[in-house]
Every structure is written in structure tokens, then in C-alpha cells.
């Protein structure tokens, strides 16, 4: 009986913590991203800053 108690209750963590991760996830897609203007790099930035090719200054682009 303890270990079925035992079981049970180590499902629900697991099930209670892959639920968090989704959660994050889309708090991480809702953040700005930012991207090169000239587009001389396929990289998507979290930060504003510079193109590391060209130097520009990065702009914001929606998310929709």
C-alpha cells in the first residue's frame, strides 16, 4: 500500500512539473526578440544591440 502511495505520488510531480516547463515556454516566446535590419544572419537575439557581422543596430520584430 506505501509503495502504491509512493508511486502515485511520484506520477503527480512528474505530471505537475512537465506542466511548469510548457508554462515557460511560452513566457520565453512571448519576450521581444530582436533581429538584424540588413538580415546578414538568420539570428534571433532576446537583447536589442549590434549585428556581429555588420554592426547595425538590431530592431524588434512582432511576434505575431
Same mark, same amino acid.
Given at each position: 500500500?506505501?509503495?502504491?502511495i509512493?508511486?502515485?505520488?511520484?506520477? @503527480?510531480f512528474?505530471?505537475a512539473?512537465?506542466? $511548469?516547463? @510548457?508554462e515557460v515556454?511560452? %513566457?520565453?516566446? @512571448?519576450? @521581444?526578440?530582436? &533581429?538584424? /535590419?540588413?538580415?546578414?544572419?538568420?539570428? !534571433?537575439?532576446? &537583447? /536589442?544591440?549590434?549585428?556581429?557581422?555588420? %554592426?547595425?543596430? !538590431?530592431? %524588434?520584430i512582432? $511576434? $505575431?
Amino acid at each position: 500500500m506505501k509503495t502504491k502511495i509512493l508511486y502515485l505520488s511520484f506520477f @503527480a510531480f512528474l505530471m505537475a512539473s512537465c506542466g $511548469n516547463k @510548457a508554462e515557460v515556454k511560452n %513566457e520565453e516566446v @512571448a519576450k @521581444a526578440q530582436y &533581429e538584424c /535590419p540588413m538580415k546578414c544572419t538568420d539570428s !534571433l537575439f532576446s &537583447e /536589442p544591440g549590434k549585428c556581429s557581422v555588420c %554592426e547595425m543596430d !538590431l530592431v %524588434e520584430i512582432s $511576434n $505575431n
